[in-house]
């Protein structure tokens, strides 16, 4: 998944801030085990981003696990300045964001939603260039 991200982001992330949005093994728990964050943020890191994460309830837990990231207070906060948002668990919360807020917070329209949790064709609306799993169109510009 880390490559889906680094991918998305025009094949380098050496230097850039990719902001994570969920961390917990699935939502609706504080659960780290097996957490698909553990091995996208070791990836992300090997090859030279920098991460930043928020997660509504498992921050306390991961921090033990991922000491090296920076923990934002909410989405926005996570992706202030961010080179590119990462949907990796699939909050409810995360499926009411602003994504016009979002956008504007962002330093690059970059969207990867490893949850399949939005549409394509909202996000191509909103000028994000939005990258998925699995789907027949997987990125928009």
Do not use: H
């Not at 609706?28 to 509504?56: C, E, F, H, K, W």
């Not at 906060?77 to 956008?103: I, P, Q, S, Y």
């Not at 949850?115 to 510009?141: F, H, K, W």
């Amino acid at each position: 998944m880390a490559r889906k991200v680094v991918a998305a982001c025009g094949g380098q992330v050496r230097g850039k801030v990719i902001a994570l949005l969920g961390l917990t093994f699935k939502p609706n728990t504080d659960d780290m085990r097996d957490a698909p964050s553990l091995s996208i943020v070791a990836g992300l890191q090997d090859a030279g981003a920098t991460v930043r994460a928020y997660d509504p309830e498992g921050m306390d837990q991961a921090r033990a696990l991922l000491p090296d990231i920076t923990y934002a207070t909410d989405p926005y906060d996570c992706a202030e300045g961010a080179d590119a948002l990462v949907l990796v668990t699939e909050w409810d919360a995360f499926r009411a964001l602003d994504f016009d807020r979002l956008k504007a917070t962002l330093a690059a329209p970059v969207v990867v939603d490893l949850r399949n949790v939005y549409r394509p064709e909202d996000m191509a609306r909103r000028g994000l260039r939005y990258s998925s799993i699995g789907r027949a169109q997987n990125r928009t510009e």
